[in-house]
């Protein structure tokens, strides 16, 4: 059974909540466990059947249809779905139970019809309507944000994808906001017009760029199950439809992106690289943009056909082509401004140490995400071009200018593997870049 | 606003909307503002009134952008006509980039947002597609990014 991941960091972010919010923080904390210990529970219960691959085969015939807010049951030697609101019964009722004190003092808004339309959907089993209204909130909604609900993950190998729950209580970073507002949406446009437009959603954000619903945020609690919680960032929703309707929500964790930057990303740099004289300041940025155009990126190429054309490989070919198709898009952006080169380098170099913090955190292969394949297909990729080189005391020498020419280079098979690759050419191209001696090596791992 | 002794260029679009914002500045805001500080004073004495220092920080504020404005009029090259034949300032110019087709106006440095397409003749972009002519692969080049832009079509903007 796999653990609760339950992030609590009230002590660091308590003056950031709001005086109207404070009386609420325990109710909003039990609610956040009482969601994750619902997601434990559902993971390792999802098909609760004998035979999983009579379960496959009729479900591709289409002689069942797997449901969305439902897990899949035995009876009488048939299969019958039972609704989320049925299966965990006993939980939903005390969910509703939290939901409702806190819901009787909000003010009237938006927020408050959110949270009551969550605990609707926690009564009738509807949670697309939730989930819309949360897409559609807007970060000056309500003094926190609660995300309570279930959503598109992608590591379910059976059907591709399932709802897995996800629960965090955030207040925006509104420093990070409110400092030169204009050109930090100026900058996000900049980045929206540089990326070719494949996708429905794309046409209509260049026409009303608040269907980019984009936020900066301190997590105060967060929880799940699954290996990346505590995430860097979000986009939702992942389902091309809905994204094309509702449009899409990234979220920025300012509170992760601290913190690794505080537990050793920013001393990995001076640990792992033979030269590196960007800042600390210069890192986080770059890390942000990354985080920023990653999301973008993702929540912009959707494309229809590729999970069916992709198959396994899907997740790692997503991620893969978010990193750097956006870099590159980013490097393209800068190109058009009069100050480049600098954080163009830090890009380069943010790539890198991502790389290899990653590895380092998740160098077993059940921690691991569907962001490991590119990392290590892309380090592996600019160590045969010697963009990156290993030194003979184990550390890393990048030479930046080449490892940008191999980004655009990444970028162009990145991007044909998401419009029209097969999973053959996709696991092809990872299991060629697949060797993980340099990150044994120099992060001293055995 | 920029401070480098770099020339700067303005389209007559910019000129006009420069021009139309120094007016309101100058007939509207700062009269409005002079009224607002006049009534703060009568109200009370100069020290502790925080409105009259409120207001009187946006006054400064007012004067220091007509200010910009009267400088950046008097200072900069106007774009007079424009040559589609070979990429010139205010010209918008679609290109091919990495199979990316993309299409901006080159404009002067105080006129330019990428957001909007409008781009920077001092930019590593703006730069190297000045004087070039359409079917040209231009290669743009920085410290440490070099790529080639295909010149598609060259229009006045």
């Known amino acids: 059974m796999p653990d609760i991941h339950f992030e609590d960091n009230l002590e660091l972010y308590k003056d950031l909540v709001p005086a109207s919010v404070k009386p609420y923080l325990p109710i909003y904390k039990d609610l956040i466990y ?13 098909y609760r059947v004998t035979d999983i691959d009579d379960l496959v085969k009729k479900v591709e015939n289409k002689q069942f249809k797997v449901g969305r807010y439902a897990v899949i049951e035995e009876e009488d030697g048939s299969y019958k779905l039972t609704r989320f609101t049925d299966f965990f ?21 938006p927020y ?63 420093e990070f906001i409110d400092t030169g507002k204009e050109s930090y ?50 986009n939702l929703p992942a389902e ?87 870099i590159n898009t980013y490097l393209l952006y800068l190109l058009k401004t009069e100050d480049n080169s600098k954080k163009a380098v830090a890009s380069a170099y943010t790539y890198v140490l991502s790389a290899f913090n990653y590895y380092k955190r998740n160098h077993t292969p059940e921690t691991r995400s569907s962001h490991y394949k590119q990392y290590i297909a892309c380090t592996n990729y600019f160590l045969s071009t010697r963009s990156l080189k290993l030194t003979k005391n184990n550390k890393l020498d990048v030479d930046p200018k080449a490892m940008i020419k191999d980004i655009s280079e990444l970028s ?27 990150f044994k090596k120099v992060l001293n791992i055995d | 606003m920029n401070k480098t002794k770099t020339t700067n260029y303005l389209t007559h679009v910019r000129v006009k909307e420069l021009e139309k914002e120094l007016e309101y500045l100058k007939n509207v805001k700062h009269p409005e503002m002079a009224k607002l500080i006049k ?52 010209n918008r110019v679609i290109v091919e980039v990495e199979g990316r087709k993309d299409t901006f106006v080159i404009v002067g440095v105080d006129e330019a947002a990428p957001h909007k397409g409008k781009i920077s003749h001092i930019s ?30 060259i229009e006045n903007a």
């Not at chain 1, 019964?89 to 808004?109: A, C, H, N, V, W």
């Not at chain 1, 897995?164 to 970073?173: G, K, P």
């Not at chain 1, 990145?414 to 870049?433: R, V, W």
């Not at chain 2, 410290?143 to 832009?149: A, F, K, L, P, R």
């Open chain 1, 34 to 46: 009482k969601v994750a210990e619902v997601q434990k529970k559902l993971l390792g219960n999802m």
């Open chain 1, 89 to 109: 019964e006993t939980e939903f009722e005390q969910i509703r139970s939290l939901l409702e004190k806190i819901i009787k003092d909000l003010p009237e808004g």
């Open chain 1, 112 to 174: 408050k019809e959110y949270m009551e339309s969550l605990y609707i959907a926690y009564g009738n089993n509807n949670f697309l309507d939730p989930y819309k209204k949360w897409v559609l909130l807007k970060p000056d909604a309500y003094d926190v944000e609660l995300m309570l609900f279930p959503v598109e993950v992608e590591f379910d190998k059976l059907f591709n994808t399932i709802n897995s729950f996800d629960a965090s209580l955030r207040v925006l970073a509104k």
């Open chain 1, 185 to 234: 949406k100026n900058y996000l446009l900049g980045i929206v017009k540089n990326i070719p437009r494949f996708s429905e959603l794309h046409y209509k954000v260049a026409e009303d760029f608040s269907r980019l619903n984009i936020r900066v945020d301190y997590s105060i609690y967060s929880a799940g199950v699954h290996c990346i919680v505590p995430y860097y960032s979000q």
């Open chain 1, 240 to 326: 091309r439809n809905f994204a094309t309707e509702w449009g899409s929500k990234i979220i920025i964790y300012k509170s992760t992106i601290d913190k690794a930057l505080h537990n050793g990303f920013y001393s990995l740099a001076k640990n792992i690289l033979v030269d590196n004289n960007l800042t600390r300041e210069q890192i986080s940025k770059a890390l942000i943009h990354k985080l920023y155009i990653h999301e973008i990126v993702e929540a912009l190429m959707i494309f229809a056909g590729a999970r069916r054309r992709l198959k396994s490989q899907h997740p790692f070919v997503r991620e893969f082509n978010s990193d750097i198709f956006g």
């Open chain 1, 412 to 438: 162009k098979i990145s991007s044909n593997l998401l419009m029209e690759g097969t999973e053959e050419q996709a696991k092809e191209f990872f299991d060629k870049y697949s060797d993980e001696t340099v």
């Open chain 2, 39 to 90: 009534q703060a004073r009568e109200l009370g004495g100069l020290e502790d009134n925080s409105e009259y220092d409120i207001y009187m920080d946006q006054q400064g504020l007012i004067e220091s952008r007509m200010r910009d404005i009267k400088l950046l009029l008097t200072t900069s090259t106007v774009i007079t006509k424009n040559n589609t034949k070979v990429v010139s300032l205010g």
């Open chain 2, 124 to 153: 590593p972009v703006g730069k190297s597609l000045l004087g070039c002519k359409v079917g040209q692969e231009v290669l743009v080049e920085t410290e440490v990014y070099s790529t080639i832009y295909k010149i598609i079509d």
